[in-house]
């Protein structure tokens, strides 16, 4: 049996405690954070955090981030140097996770055998008051395995009633993009993910990052950044079309070719649309926020496919484009790969 619990003013040290109890009981439960919700457990019991393995069909081989509130936690977990840890206190709690050496005390399965651990410390209240009250929750994102990121309750309580001891109801999350994280075993350090802490802000307060072009989202590839992206990763199960040239992109929603589409766009290209469309917003932040909400919207429409447009890459834009683009089915990056749609069309 699932508990709901609906966070309020009047309830909400009860609610936290009882989240909290379910957590060093051994227990699951789906929580929100800054980006997304995350389905925790005791980073320390590894038959707890098997739970989660089993509940998102998550598999063995892909490690759990470890989610903490403060610096005493992060020393009980991973290994950081001092000039680091001097700037991490500046900078979280944040959507920043850091790849650190971990210490023994981290189980197995959190790390997936490896001798590195993610290190999150997220910006919202009810994450942080559940982790301060149960000790460090390994999390990965709520989502079933290949499935989009869950970024409101509503989605967590229907893909996860049934599969966790709780789910915390706190609506929609800030962000709606999962954190950056950066590789600090490594000078220079090194982007694994894209996510809502920008590169320009890393590079400001920390410094320096490599950058892999496989950052960009382009290749579904073995050669993978972290070993839970080399599987299909954040994708609608309706196919979707992603046209990155402009011109093209407004050519074809407001064509006929459009009509088996739902067409997710800016607002200023809903103008343009001859079918059904989704406005992801103009603001780079709103689209975010919108992008994966959108992506279950397609999947219950009752459209064929999905077309999506390219947003321009800089801030928290470098990790729009890399979902959508791991996303996306098919990509059409310029005027001559058009055809590539007819055909997929074609042969269905
Ligand atoms: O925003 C977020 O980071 C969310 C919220 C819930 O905190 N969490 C999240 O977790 O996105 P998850 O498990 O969906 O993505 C974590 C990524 C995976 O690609 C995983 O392979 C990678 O981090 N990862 C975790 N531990 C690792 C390690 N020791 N070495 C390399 N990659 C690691
Ligand atoms: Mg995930």
Redesign the pocket.
């Known amino acids: 049996m699932t508990e709901i619990i609906k966070i309020d003013s009047k309830n909400y040290a009860n609610s936290i405690n009882k989240c909290a109890e379910t957590i060093k009981a051994g227990g699951t439960v789906v929580f929100p ?1 800054e ?5 925790g457990a005791d980073a320390f019991n590894p038959d707890a955090c098997k739970k989660i393995f089993v509940a998102k069909n998550r598999p063995a081989d ?4 470890v ?1 903490i509130s403060n610096m005493d936690m992060l020393h009980s977990v991973a290994y950081i140097d001092e000039d680091l840890r001097d700037k991490m206190k500046n900078i979280w709690p944040s ?1 920043l ?1 850091l ?1 650190l050496k ?1 210490k023994d005390t981290v189980p197995d399965i959190v ?2 055998g ?1 001798d ?3 290190i ?1 410390f ?1 910006d919202n209240q009810i994450a942080l008051d559940l982790i301060s009250a149960s000790g460090p929750i390994a ?5 079933i395995s290949t499935r989009p ?1 869950i970024v409101d309750s509503e989605t967590a309580i229907r893909e996860l009633d049934g599969r966790v001891d709780a789910i915390i109801d706190a609506g929609r999350v800030k962000y709606g ?3 950056t ?1 950066i ?1 600090c075993t490594v000078k220079p350090y090194r982007l ?2 894209a ?2 802490f920008t590169l320009e802000d890393i590079e400001s307060m920390i410094g320096p990052v490599y950058v892999d072009p496989l950052a960009r989202g382009y290749n579904q590839s073995s050669v993978a950044l ?4 080399k599987y299909r990763h954040y994708a609608p199960s309706k196919k979707m079309f992603l046209i990155e040239n402009e011109d093209e992109f407004i050519k074809f929603i407001s064509s006929g070719d459009a009509r088996d589409f739902l067409i997710l766009c800016s607002e200023k290209n809903s103008h343009y649309a001859s079918g059904e469309t989704l406005v992801l917003g103009d603001d780079i932040y709103e689209v975010a926020h919108n992008l994966f909400y959108d992506f279950r919207i397609l999947d219950k429409s009752g459209k064929k496919y999905g077309v999506i447009q390219s947003f321009p890459e800089s801030g928290i834009g470098f990790a729009v484009m890399n979902r959508i683009r791991k996303a996306s089915f098919l990509i059409i990056k310029d005027k001559e790969n058009i055809d590539k749609i007819y055909k997929v069309l074609n042969e269905a």
């Open positions: 954070t980006t997304v919700y995350g389905l892909n490690p759990l981030i989610h959507p996770t790849l971990k790390s997936a490896l590195t651990v993610c999150r997220p999390a990965p994102s709520a989502n990121s993009v999962e954190s994280i590789d694994l993910r996510g809502a972290t070993p839970g992206l």
